[in-house]
């Protein structure tokens, strides 16, 4: 039996293999690296199956632009590897978000996600703000939010 999903910080360079292979495959390490990664605000979590990184999630103090004027809290470069996907892992990186977002005081928690996965973040309560939108050579988005306080717990 396998150990249960582990959440813990990690940094922002050990974000950067899964960065590379599931948003930024055959591409350059720059355009994996994020601008606010080494930012004393900015929070950077990997989900561990038996002691392996199989996800991350980075979280940067960043005003929603549908909602200026409101602490906010950006989730950027989320991923799992393809061989944990359904497995929860996903789910227990938003929740760790979740839970520092409550703990900071930050009421939304806001990303732009891939269409694609607008399924998985909506069954944890986030809601689309506007249109679909491409983000440039990386393809389709929407920008999604949530209030951390009103979001699931388990």
Partial sequence: MTDPIQVRPIT?????PLRMSVLRPNRPVDVARFPEDDAPTTRH???FRDGQLVGIASLL????PERPG???IQLRGMATAPEV???GFGRALILA???FAREHGRPLLWC????GAVGFYR???FEIVGTEFIVPDVGPHFRMWVRPNEAARV
């Fill in 112 to 115: 732009n996600a891939r269409t």
């Fill in 97 to 99: 978000c979740l839970a």
């Fill in 123 to 125: 069954k944890l309560g």
């Fill in 61 to 64: 103090r960043a005003e929603m």
């Fill in 85 to 87: 996907r359904g497995q």
């Fill in 12 to 16: 922002a360079a050990e974000t950067l």
């Fill in 70 to 72: 409101m602490p906010a």
């Fill in 45 to 47: 979590f990997g989900a």
